[in-house]
């Protein structure tokens, strides 16, 4: 899972198999985004998910939120080589004006 | 996409020396943002600003650090002088509006030795 003081995550995975990334966040927020980067690029953003919905589908990506919690997880489904980046879920503050991004998760997926 | 363009790509400077980072935003978009990365790790939040101003800032933004856009040209981050810590890669972001979709630059990649 990531979280505010935890170090990057790192998950290895086979081509083909479905993988679910965790964020832990500490305060409201309105919408939790979702982002991939790649190696030497800059994020980009994958899917957002608001406050209120629970669950969001975007091709093989699923995003759910459970605002009670403070929890929301990243579902990719029958991964394949060129998912592999690092993923972050970021917040927005209160007001909107920022995003604090999580520790992020380093996914590998082999062929 | 939308692109934000950020110059320079790479530079190195020696400590104490003043640094100027490049961001060209989003046409369209009024709210502008740098991040801060070490090595991969947490995309760490420096400052946003809006409408020529500072609208919040990090304990990581110093005192040596201030932003700018004159004018509506690039959007600039200034470090002066520069310290061993700051080496890392700085991304500049856009938005159309608060809690709009934030679209990144490449980053720039800065040493400092």
């Known amino acids: 899972s990531q979280w505010g003081e935890e170090n990057l995550q790192a998950l290895s995975i086979q081509e083909g198999e479905d993988v679910t990334m965790n964020c832990s966040y500490k305060?409201?927020?309105?919408?939790v985004h979702w982002y991939r980067q790649d190696s030497g690029r800059g994020p980009a953003l994958i899917i957002l998910i608001r406050s209120n919905e629970r669950e969001k589908r975007s091709g093989r990506l699923r995003a759910t939120l459970d605002t009670s919690s403070q929890s929301s997880s990243l579902s990719i489904t029958a991964a394949q080589c060129e998912d592999t980046a690092v993923y972050f879920c970021?917040?927005?503050?209160?007001?909107?004006?920022?995003?604090?991004f999580g520790t992020g998760t380093s996914l590998l997926v082999d062929p | 996409g939308p692109k934000v363009l950020q110059i320079p790509s790479h530079q190195i400077i020696d400590m104490g020396q003043m640094v100027t980072l490049n961001c060209d935003p989003v046409?369209?978009?009024?709210?502008f943002y740098w991040y801060k990365q070490i090595l991969g790790q947490q995309m760490e939040f420096l400052v946003n600003f809006y409408n020529g101003k500072v609208m919040e800032k990090s304990k990581l933004f110093k005192d040596q650090f201030s932003v700018e856009r004159p004018d509506g040209s690039y959007f600039t981050l200034k470090i002066q002088p520069t310290a061993l810590e700051d080496s890392a890669v700085y991304f500049c972001?856009?938005?159309?509006?608060?809690?709009?979709?934030?679209?990144f630059g490449e980053g720039s990649r800065l040493i400092v030795v």
């Open positions: 305060t409201y927020t309105t919408v």
């Open positions: 970021a917040t927005d503050s209160n007001m909107g004006y920022k995003l604090t």
């Open positions: 046409s369209n978009h009024l709210y």
């Open positions: 972001a856009s938005s159309r509006s608060s809690g709009n979709t934030l679209y």
